[in-house]
């Protein structure tokens, strides 16, 4: 079946470090990705997407790019703000339904 | 205006009662969800239904029973509760045909004592 793996957290970093966060999937077929973020006490937020390889998803200054080759989706910022402290999620669909399979999350802190 | 809403935000009870968890969505999607998050940020699918049919029932107890009275509900009974159904429980909703996007509610916490 379809999974989603994402580096464990806590990440911890000082603000304006660079922010990596892994993520790697497993599925059939030519899945779409998702970055989600949940900040504290709120409901998920789609933060960006890729529908194809080679596509890069940005927003917020977050970046990832869909590596089909290598089956990862990697978050990435240049400089992070103790406001992107959250929890991170990625996901993906092959559109059975919409449904998602998240990864297990990874909370980010950032500390001024 | 809150495109999805659900209803309560806290919840607390004790073992053995029955709950219910109300969402709604005003976005006009055909496609509605229940997903429960663990204690460890854990989000798993529980239910998926598309304009009130179910179409999506995983692994989940027959003590949750999903009710569809149209498509922009979509309410979770619960039978019996028990310790391990305490969890944030997150409705959530996409269109058919989109890119899969799902739009979250912002959760409601069930507390078993």
């Known amino acids: 079946g379809d999974s989603v793996t994402q580096m464990e957290g806590p990440v911890t970093l000082s603000e304006e470090a660079f922010l990596t966060i892994n993520c790697t999937y497993t599925a059939t077929g030519y899945p779409s990705l998702f970055w989600y973020v949940q900040y504290p006490g709120e409901g998920l937020q789609l933060l960006l997407k890729?529908?194809?390889?080679?596509d890069k998803g940005s927003n917020k200054g977050f970046e990832a790019t869909y590596r089909k080759e290598t089956t990862s989706f990697h978050l990435e910022k240049g400089s992070v703000q103790v406001s992107d402290s959250a929890v991170y999620f990625c996901a993906l669909t092959r559109n059975a339904g919409n449904m998602l399979t998240f990864g297990g999350g990874t909370r980010l802190m950032v500390k001024p | 205006d809150t495109a999805v809403s659900q209803t309560p935000k806290y919840l607390v009870t004790q073992m053995g009662n029955d709950k219910s968890i109300k969402c709604e969505q005003n976005l006009g999607h055909d496609t509605m969800y229940w997903y429960k998050q663990d204690s460890k940020k854990f989000l798993k699918i529980m239910f998926s239904?598309?304009?009130?049919?179910?179409?999506i029932n995983e692994t989940v107890p027959n003590r949750f029973s999903p009710k569809s009275p149209d498509k922009a509900h979509l309410n979770l009974h619960i039978n019996s509760l028990e310790l391990g159904d305490s969890a944030v429980y997150f409705c959530a909703s996409s269109q058919e045909g989109g890119t899969g996007e799902l739009f979250f509610g912002e959760g409601s916490r069930l507390t078993v004592l």
């Open positions: 890729a529908t194809k390889a080679d």
């Open positions: 239904y598309n304009n009130k049919e179910l179409i």
